[in-house]
């Protein structure tokens, strides 16, 4: 066997110094009733596992070969060469978390920077080393908050908030005997102040927004802060397109206490939508409350500067059913692809592909805006992503269409109805600095070819 | 200016003085104006801000300024500083720590992957539906159990999941009870995911054999106990041999048998949970399956369960129609609900089918050798370290520091002194139920010179802790920095670099 | 058996007592029956062999059986003996060892390229010949010259080519004439390649300031000589500012001017060879267009030559038709013939597109910084070491061990004690002409801080030297094997392992 | 620039220190007359570069995308990841030639073991660090046989050598005064023993032949290793496709003197003709003639075992134009690829390769015979590769035909009106382990419809 590297006669040996005759023996501790070979087919050589899995591989439409718009948590940006290559160092992939700093600095530091990254752009003063993804980590966010507003039982939560990351929290509260309220959208879109505020009861202990909202569509982080502080409960911002934290003002400077969500656009490739990339990043006053791992910097014996985790204290494997959160494994290589990325883009970097991503946005959704048979429902400011709507009677339905699309190799977006049945004219479609603005073009007149086959006649 | 003012003397000397860079800078310490390391293309859109200033930032604050080349350097010389199972062996109990094959790395990264997107249409997306189906039914055969989930992220998730399950199931008949009984042995995670579920935990204490106390179980095992988390074979690596006297045990009361699957590396293909007993089971692919373990994650927690579990089942599941199409199936109403977004650490099911399709039915092989290389380290420290339970090992041993602890020396000690003599410490104070724990786990892709070198330095090792304690107690002595200060980290919390900061 | 006689005790301690390993068995000293890293697919058609016995072998005597675990940790481990550029300056001089940015290996490695067949339909290789062919208008438009060859494998094939096609010319008028002049700062490959080409190899002696002594060069250049080859700038880093007259002078003899273009990074994108008066030069697209130089090569000598060159170039050429196609034309009758196989080595031609096409119209910062990097190391060590030229430095600066050799310390125990402070040494014993050279070429791709450690530890060098000789003259300390003996290798000949060898 | 790490002020700062004002200042050597701006185009970004290059590489039809029988001195074998994925790692990829030993014994030993490889495989005595790929290869043999035959001026070529090493010889030899004589081959498609032998005379001072030959068929080293013997030249045995050297008797054993050629098809990817692999081996009484690096075993201060580069008194740095050889440097990055195939492939796994390969070739090529209007104009053995004929009255050109395939998806082989206008009707084809029975019965079907819509009709 191909990973096995003992030689028959190693393994003889090894046997006759353990001191038994066969590999049999080992498991005399496992009762007979409970074997059994597995039925599965033969091994298969290097070769038919390529053509194997290069075959299911080939059956997906991806973004190198496709028109591509869609986003809804997972976005198509930009990752350089370097970052990747970076990752299949032995180093970096074949190690694992941390324990011992001495062997582990690499990570370690690795780990450090990607919490100032995070600390930066979210305008916080702490950061974790990740959570698994951007829905447990808005649970992980409301739990803290939970454990940090005493004797409270009420989270209230935007309906802008990423259904699936809604869904999550149900998933968590109702065995905690928490309660989830949602805030339906206003007309315009985005969280009702007067709604979010009259949720609100002295038995809340968090108030979560989404910004840019699950519609595309800007929030103000200080609706929910206000609100939330009026009350003595907590602020949750959750950002699951973290590219517009380089450009919209930040969770911090809009008085969230939390901000948590979804770092994939910064550095991750879509992996078809996981692993992907958590965050959550806090005040420094709730630091002790923060679930996941932490790295800290002290030094050594010799007094150079070094990292290590730290408050560990905080953490399952000390605290057992007391620990802040059951998490162990984390996205630790992620986080390394996420701190490359950033570092490497920086300042300027982070900035202009929020600002790309935002322009192509703007110009798709000018455009889509004129074809006869579509219109944008909401006017309010978007950053990369926007909301259409088929117009007319129904006939139409999203879904249907962006299933046609698809066959021309256009991915034109994610239709509402796959979280809510009755939704049907509506899709969400988003925009990158990758697209160019000729397959934007192509999508458009692909749009205005299927109105004219529905029967919509330009004016 | 006179040029000696511009010629900056670098890091102090005693670290010059070795090849290896001992201390490099943070990237942002490398941030200057006019440094970029990036290039998008010309903007081919009108330059719009469609966005009110007062929802805007002006800049990030702090953030980096650097070229391509200091990226290269700096991730190099950083990856350099860390210990990878590729540099040798890394016996970190519990967590198998075995070869990644590098064919899986390939597989992940072909664009029909890596570039998908998990909400594209269900027809355009027929091949990766395909392959998570597969894997759900590889691993239903390999446990013996009949549906699997796919979404839990890493194995702390999957335990919540299968929590979740057994508590919706009972919920059904009523009432979720109360209770989740764990063995004193059971890795954190097990306690704090019951937690999480709403369950009050009770630790189950173990017999003098490191195996459950039967009973003990019975008298614990009331109508309150939602289920049993057992881990198998336990962290001390022992096989419960009782396993289906528990498992009967549990099930008289009504209670489900959860099997915590981590060291399913230790008889994967030798027996199936399904028989067992076991009514739900999680597995970490990141072990058994050798996705990558990445310095901590990406993991992936599959949960198989029993039929009778499968309608709890987190959405949506992925099935196949008998057209031979999959399609998601979101119409689950007896559904825990989800965990997480989308299908799951999907870049890890590749390389874990890409994992199980090269062994296919030979795949028993690996337990196989995992568990003589665990015995043979076993048996050529036996008597030089203290073995507290001494039944029989499976695919790992716990020793203790007990003979070394009256020379002042402690398992961290040792942990530490081993990183002189090029390994990667065993798991250290885990299990709890051992203390001075030296937890070794060789996995099966070590090869017998690895072992012998290993089994040799503990031998020395504890030569030293008799002849010169101080050199264990002072060590590591080569490694890139010298013992850290963990306690002053917890002290004096510096969590992140600071713009202006030194 | 006595499990002591088992658990053999590895490599000596002295080398295990560090965390890196110093001693790395070969890779058939981990072979062992039954272990295998590969496997094919069943075969699909009839096992047959359908070759007569006796031209058939029955094994590979020797070769090894290891799993892929071993290979991976084998070659990981092999690895980190290794320095590089991505850790550290590397100022090897005159090998342009620069950062070689990743995007150009990920264009290389795509299967339009490096799965393609060189003999593959020219239809069906419209995308490989259209890059050949802009590759050679980029390089044509940085020499200034009219066409150019990629097929030379490297430098020094190029030197080959070049004068093979000075000889071509020359023979066309009646005699391809007897003698090449090389100057004594010339690279070893100069003479080599003129001898190969079938001529007399006459040295140039250098004047007091390093360059091309005029005077000399009036009396050396008869109607005998075919060429001089000249390296601008030469293998001091000093630019021959005379050049307009050396050209003048060569041609007036009906000489050629042939250029070594090893230094192109010195002066790329800021001069034109073509304006100099240069009729043929080769260029290292593993020096100056940064493809790795991986670990000794593959490298990339492409030759640009003047319009009374072109019939002479290697056949076969690639043309672009006017409808846009782009074929090869064999149909060269004057053609030197071929060096190689197919096109040359193409992987290379991907990567040095790759990075012209990044850099674009500003490539001439690459030179500039090159330019300033030098001279800051200059103005650095100035003083410190010996520099017997002081003529102006472009791309790298040649000191010598002069001021140190009374103290018993030579330029190798220089760059060996280097080693010990994090850098990889200085070319030494090259150029000839400086007895003791230390040939410093820091490339563009350094920054202040590396520059700056650099200067330091060479000053510190200059201080032990001084106050310490012994330290320097035994470096070095820290290195994974110390000062390695390569008299002992060259007499007593050890050139592979042999099956039963220990 | 992004590939630049210097900062605006570092810069200054370094100006200073030098002492100028500007950049310009250090290119006063530089007259001004030979001053010029290149006219480029400006920087691309990385997305464009990849878009650029990205859309020339899909215009090549590939190895994976294609039903493949390309040979002909470059072979689609079977590589590992491993191989390719180890040589991202800068210590390989960005090192360079192993001159300070102590911080280069990775490439050493690498080396080292490849040497090893290379005897083991050819049954010689001691290999070189690698060439440049097989054609100069050859030349490199010939002249070492020059130099180890003092005062003879005539090398004997079969021409069943591949026609570009033989082209490449010439290139070489004109300018030497070394004559080439090549001996044509007999009915039967292989080297003339007879031919041979006649060709041989007192001033011969080499002798090459091909196995397998460039029509596929295997030779006999023996034919050249006598006849050069009975003249005291030296025989040099000449590998095209070197998967052979695990299947066929080795030179070493057939008594070649000098075994040279091209190991690509030991773990280098095609990249199309290039980066290849130039090995040469020879026996022990001729290793100070060899051309090129060598690695020898050695011992450090301590008395640790050690590698580094010897002999070099043999090289054009030392010898300058006495060297045996102007080359400097290699293929080093190609010959780690190779040692690490060899090495994981091992004694088993060339053979089980050869062995497939050859195996695949006989099925095709009896396949092939089958149907009418081509013939197998030799029946003599081959290994994996074989000529096939056009029959009838030369209507239908060869490569007319493998255009019409390749625009169907196949690469059926190479015509040998590529090496000879007036061979219009023959080409050769390749196949190896990665071809399937069923993309050859494709192939297959293929050739039969070409002869039937060429008139030919079926028996
Ligand atoms: C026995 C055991 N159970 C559960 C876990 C938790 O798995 P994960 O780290 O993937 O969440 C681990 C590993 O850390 C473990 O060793
Ligand atoms: C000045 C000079 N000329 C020629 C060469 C030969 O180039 P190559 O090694 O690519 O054959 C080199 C590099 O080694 C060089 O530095």
Redesign the pocket.
């Known amino acids: 066997m191909k990973f096995l590297p003992a030689s028959d006669s190693e393994r003889k040996q090894m046997l006759a110094a353990i001191g038994v005759s066969s590999i049999d023996d080992l498991f005399a501790s496992v009762p007979p009733a409970v074997r059994g070979k597995p039925d599965l087919p033969a091994p298969l050589s290097e070769i038919e596992v390529r053509r194997f899995l290069g075959g299911l591989a080939s059956r997906n439409a991806n973004a190198r070969d496709t028109a591509f718009f869609l986003g809804a948590g997972v976005y198509n940006h930009y990752v350089s060469s370097i970052a990747d290559q970076m990752l299949y160092r032995a180093e970096w992939l074949t190690a694992y978390?941390p324990y011992q700093p001495e062997v582990s600095q690499g990570t370690l530091q690795s780990i450090f920077e990607f919490q100032t990254h995070i600390c930066l752009l979210t305008g916080l003063e702490v950061a974790n080393a990740s959570l698994y993804e951007g829905a447990s980590a808005l649970v992980e966010a409301l739990l803290m908050a939970d454990r940090l507003v005493k004797g409270r039982r009420r989270a209230v939560l935007s309906a802008g908030i990423h259904p699936e990351y809604r869904e999550t929290a149900r998933t968590y509260f109702t065995n905690l005997g928490l309660e989830i309220v949602e805030v339906p959208l206003s007309a315009a879109g985005v969280t009702d102040p007067a709604a979010l505020a009259a949720a609100i009861d002295a038995t809340t202990f968090a108030v979560a927004v989404q910004s840019p909202n699950f519609y595309g569509l800007v929030e103000d982080w200080r609706v929910a802060s206000e609100a939330a502080r009026t009350s003595g409960a907590l602020s949750i911002a959750v950002v699951a397109e973290a590219v517009s934290l380089a450009l919209l003002s930040p969770p911090g400077a809009g008085g969230a206490d939390i901000a948590c969500g979804e770092a994939q656009s910064l550095g991750v490739p879509m992996h078809n939508g996981g692993p992907l990339l958590g965050f959550l990043s806090c005040k420094t006053d709730h630091q002790r409350q923060i679930p996941g791992r932490l790295v800290g910097q002290t030094r050594d014996a010799e007094g150079r500067r070094a990292f290590c985790l730290t408050l560990s204290t905080r953490e399952q494997?000390i605290r057992r059913e007391k620990a802040t959160s059951?998490?162990?494994?984390n996205q630790g290589l992620m986080a390394l692809a996420s701190n490359i990325h950033m570092s490497l883009l920086g300042k300027e970097g982070l900035r202009e592909v929020a600002l790309q991503s935002h322009a192509k946005a703007e110009y798709l959704k000018r455009e889509i805006a004129k074809v006869p048979g579509y219109r944008i429902p909401y006017g309010g400011p978007t950053f990369n992503e926007f909301l259409v709507e088929v117009e007319g009677d129904g006939a139409v339905d999203a879904a249907d269409l962006l299933d046609r699309l698809a066959r021309r190799r256009i991915l034109g977006g994610v239709p509402l109805s796959r979280y809510d049945r009755a939704d049907r004219r509506r899709f969400v479609v988003a925009a990158t600095e990758l697209n160019t603005r000729a397959e934007m073009d192509v999508f458009v007149a692909a749009l205005a070819a299927e109105a004219a086959s529905a029967g919509h006649t330009g004016a | 200016m006179s040029s000696t003012d511009v010629f900056e003397t670098p890091v102090s000397d005693r670290d010059r003085l070795h090849p290896e860079p001992r201390v490099e800078p943070l990237i942002f310490e490398r941030s200057g104006q006019g440094k970029r390391g990036y290039s998008l293309p010309p903007l081919d859109v009108p330059d719009t801000v469609a966005i009110p200033k007062d929802l805007l930032r002006t800049e990030i604050e702090g953030e980096t300024q650097v070229s391509e080349v200091e990226i290269a350097r700096h991730f190099t010389r950083l990856s350099r500083l860390n210990f990878s199972i590729d540099q040798g062996l890394y016996p970190l109990?519990?967590?198998?720590m075995k070869h990644n094959p590098r064919v899986n790395e390939e597989m992940a990264r072909l664009p029909g992957f890596a570039a998908a997107h998990p909400l594209a249409p269900e027809e355009a997306s027929q091949g990766s539906l395909e392959l998570a189906w597969r894997l759900e039914r590889a691993l239903a055969e390999l446990t013996g159990l009949a549906r699997v989930t796919l979404q839990p992220?890493?194995?702390?998730?999957?335990?919540l999941a299968g929590i979740l399950m057994v508590r919706k199931a009972l919920e059904k008949t009523g009432r979720p009870r109360t209770t989740v009984l764990i063995p004193d042995s059971?890795?954190?995670?097990?306690p704090a995911s019951a937690h999480f579920a709403g369950y009050k935990v009770r630790e189950l204490k173990s017999n003098p054999k490191g195996t459950v106390d039967l009973a003990a179980l019975e008298t614990a095992m009331t109508e309150d106990v939602a289920a049993l988390m057992l881990?198998v074979p336990n962290?001390l690596g022992v096989f419960e041999d009782r396993i289906l006297d528990i498992a009967r045990i549990v099930h008289a009361k009504g209670g489900y048998l959860y099997c915590?699957g981590?060291?399913f590396n230790a008889f994967v293909g030798v027996a199936k949970p399904g028989r067992m007993g076991v009514d739900v089971m999680?597995m970490?692919l990141?072990?058994t399956f050798s996705t990558p373990h990445g310095g901590g994650?990406p993991?992936?927690?599959p949960v198989a369960v029993t039929e009778s579990l499968a309608p709890f089942l987190p959405r949506p599941t992925v099935e196949r129609r008998s057209d031979g199409r999959f399609v998601l199936d979101f119409d689950r109403p007896d559904s825990i609900g989800r965990l997480r977004t989308f299908l799951g650490n999907y870049g890890m099911f590749v390389r874990a089918l890409s994992y199980i399709a090269s062994y296919g039915n030979r795949i028993g092989e690996v337990a196989e050798n995992a568990v003589v290389n665990a015995n043979y380290i076993r048996a050529g420290l036996a008597g030089v370290y203290h073995l507290k339970y001494d039944a029989p090992s499976m695919h790992e041993v716990v020793f203790s520091d007990k003979s070394q602890v009256d020379r002042g020396v402690s398992n961290m000690d040792i942990a530490k002194r081993l990183m002189d003599y090029g390994f990667h410490p065993p798991t250290v104070s885990f299990p709890l139920i051992v203390h001075g724990a030296l937890m070794i786990e060789p996995t099966e892709t070590e090869g017998k010179p690895g072992l012998d070198a290993f089994i040799h330095a503990m031998r020395e090792i504890a030569r030293e802790c008799a002849e010169d304690p101080d050199i264990v107690r002072k060590a590591p002595h080569t490694t890139p920095v010298r013992r850290v200060d963990e306690v002053g980290a917890a002290r004096n919390l510096v969590l992140r670099w600071r713009p202006g900061a030194p």
Chains 1, 4 share one sequence.
Not at chain 2, 93 to 96: A, R, V
Not at chain 2, 186 to 190: D, F, I, S, Y
Request: charged share 10%; hydrophobic share 15%.
């Open positions: 978390t494997h059951n998490i162990c494994t | 109990g519990s967590c198998t992220s890493a194995g702390a998730q999957g335990e059971a890795h954190g995670t097990n881990t962290t915590d981590a060291n999680h970490n990141h072990k994650g993991g992936s927690g």
